[in-house]
């Protein structure tokens, strides 16, 4: 199986939203609520940021939200600050009881 | 706290075997599924294989089935990836992940390790 489908990169400045993409399939992202997203800083373990496509863990800002439409999962940040820099990945389980990733999604405030 | 640490990384010639360790604390461990995901240099991540609380359910990447079994000692709150035929293409940060659910249908990973590096190389 491939790797789910992110943007390379996605920049904004400062106070601005951005968006990022998770494509996957009917048998991973599309069939399942089981999507979840993950910041990483460099030279660190990654940290959830959503799970249940929509649903933010306990001390995560509320500038981040998720959503799904389909085969294609979406993580927006809103408000973007300089600590949002980083590499995003989103994940999903699938019908093959795996786990799927995606390629990731380098985060870059102007 | 809450805290994952793995051990048992290393060089390791191809072909070789290795066995790494994952020790929980801060939280009950049997609760919880339990994976190891890898991150090789530079590059993004790759799930590798999930463990239900009881053992009962397992699940391997493709990449790693037959080669690699994971395992876990609820006495010892501890996790394992034993690694079989090793491949260059094994080289990697390994991480232990901790699910959000219990059985195997594979949730979300609230709390991760530090990772042990894996490097395969002769």
């Known amino acids: 199986q491939s790797a789910l489908t992110q943007p390379a990169s996605v920049s904004g400045s400062p106070g601005q939203s951005i968006t990022i993409s998770c494509t996957g399939t009917s048998s991973d992202v599309g069939y399942y609520n089981l999507v979840s997203w993950y910041q990483q800083h460099p030279g660190k373990a990654p940290k959830l940021m959503i799970y249940?496509?929509?649903r933010r863990p306990s001390g995560v800002s509320n500038r981040f939200s998720g959503s799904k439409s389909g085969n294609t999962a979406s993580l927006t940040i809103s408000g973007l600050q300089p600590e949002d820099e980083g590499d995003y990945f989103c994940?999903?389980?699938?019908?093959?009881?795996?786990?799927?990733f995606g390629g990731g999604t380098k985060v870059t405030v102007l | 706290e809450v805290q994952l640490v793995e051990s048992g990384g290393g060089l390791v010639q191809p072909g070789r075997s290795l066995r790494l360790s994952c020790a929980a604390s801060g939280f009950t461990f049997d609760n919880n599924a339990m994976h190891w995901v890898r991150q090789a240099p530079g590059e993004g991540l790759e799930w590798v294989s999930g463990i239900t609380w009881n053992s009962a359910g397992i699940t391997y990447a493709d990449s790693v089935k037959g080669r690699f079994t994971i395992s876990r000692d609820n006495a010892k709150k501890s996790l394992y990836l034993q690694m079989n035929s090793l491949r260059p293409e094994d080289t990697a940060l390994y991480y232990c992940?901790?699910?959000?659910?219990?059985?195997?249908?594979?949730?979300?990973?609230?709390?991760w390790g530090q990772g042990t590096m894996v490097t395969v190389s002769s």
């Open positions: 249940e496509v929509t």
């Open positions: 992940a901790k699910d959000m659910g219990g059985d195997d249908i594979w949730d979300a990973f609230n709390i």
């Open positions: 994940c999903s389980y699938t019908t093959n009881r795996e786990v799927m």
